[in-house]
């Protein structure tokens, strides 16, 4: 599966951004996704994840209460709502698939996804 993050850019604090993560030649049905970020000089961390029917997710405390992961099956596509953003969210960002035979199922571990997208940029202004 190849992924395709986008909707990155620059944002003041306090604002909202929302990205989209699609794949291209292949359904997300039945993927579990998620997303991560990586900053400079850092790691790259959890953010958020959903089941591939959408019943359950879960996020990283940093962003709980803020962010929202949402997929639309029909349209293929999985995505991340960012409110609020504070600068300590720049990063790059970057959406993640892994093929579940659980529907209610998520994974915050990033060694559990086998297909990862490109990355997109994510700027927040202070």
């Known amino acids: 599966v190849q992924l395709q993050a986008y909707g990155g850019g620059l944002v003041q604090a306090g604002g909202s951004l929302r990205l989209s993560c699609a794949p291209s030649?292949?359904?997300?049905?039945?993927?579990?996704m998620g997303w991560f970020r990586q900053a400079p000089g850092t790691e790259r961390e959890f953010v958020g994840a959903?089941?591939?029917?959408?019943?359950?997710?879960y996020y990283a405390d940093s962003v709980k209460g803020r962010f929202t992961i949402s997929r639309d099956n029909a349209k293929n596509t999985v995505y991340l709502q960012m409110n609020s953003l504070k600068p300590e969210d720049t990063a790059v960002y970057y959406c993640?698939?892994?093929?579940?035979?659980?529907?209610?199922?998520?994974?915050?571990?990033?060694?559990?996804?086998?297909?990862w997208g490109q990355g997109t940029q994510v700027t927040v202004s202070s």
């Open positions: 959903i089941s591939w029917s959408g019943g359950s997710s």
């Open positions: 993640a698939a892994v093929r579940s035979s659980n529907s209610n199922y998520y994974y915050t571990n990033s060694r559990s996804y086998g297909f």
């Open positions: 030649g292949r359904t997300l049905s039945r993927y579990a």
